[in-house]
């Protein structure tokens, strides 16, 4: 049986859970998510304040969608009570960002300013120049978002000029050394 896909998921107060042919909805004080079941070997059960999601058989197709929907499920409920961020740095010199409006403008060291559209559902602040913060209900979305950013300038091994996550490491090359 998988790890994951056997735990439950326990329902904070505020947070209403329901499921209509096959689609989950999940609302909470920040917002509201759905996701569609599209296996007919993944049910889900409600009782108690807490989420089972159950398999029909052990087939390989079925344990592998087991703890996909319990995630799934799982993250929703999280991000209708805490929304989910990732913090983004800028490193070079001269680079910088800005929210304007409904707009990201970021300053990489090209001719021209990039700007990127914040999508619905996603908030997106700049505490510092040198500092990107994506925020939002669904993890997915941040994430995708978030490495959206990321792929306009990737940090370069050497100087480690680029945008990366706060929490990543970034590897650095040992540039040429003078002979001898």
């Keep these: 049986m998988s790890r994951i896909g056997k735990m439950k998921i326990a329902v904070p107060a505020g947070v209403t859970v329901e499921e209509k042919d096959r689609v989950v ?12 079941i599209k296996s007919d070997k993944i049910t889900i059960k409600m009782e108690n304040n807490e989420i089972s999601v159950l398999r029909a058989d052990d087939d390989k197709e079925s344990r592998s ?33 800005a929210v304007s409006g409904k707009k990201l403008t970021l300053n990489l060291g090209l001719s021209h300013p990039v700007e990127i559209e914040i ?60 002979g001898k």
Excluded: W
């Design 65 to 97: 969608l087991h703890g996909l929907y319990r995630m799934l499920i799982a993250n929703m409920v999280t991000g209708v009570v805490t929304p989910f961020t990732k913090t983004l740095v800028i490193a070079g010199v001269g680079y910088k960002a």
């Design 119 to 178: 999508p619905e559902g996603i908030t997106i602040t700049c505490p510092d120049l040198l500092t990107v913060v994506v925020s939002g209900v669904s993890k997915e979305l941040v994430g995708q978002v978030a490495a959206k950013i990321k792929a306009k300038r990737p940090v370069e091994p050497y100087h480690g000029y680029g945008i990366h996550y706060s929490d990543e490491v970034v590897i650095r090359k040992e540039g040429k050394t003078a």
């Design 25 to 36: 909805y999940v609302k909470g004080p920040k917002g509201e998510l759905s996701t569609a």
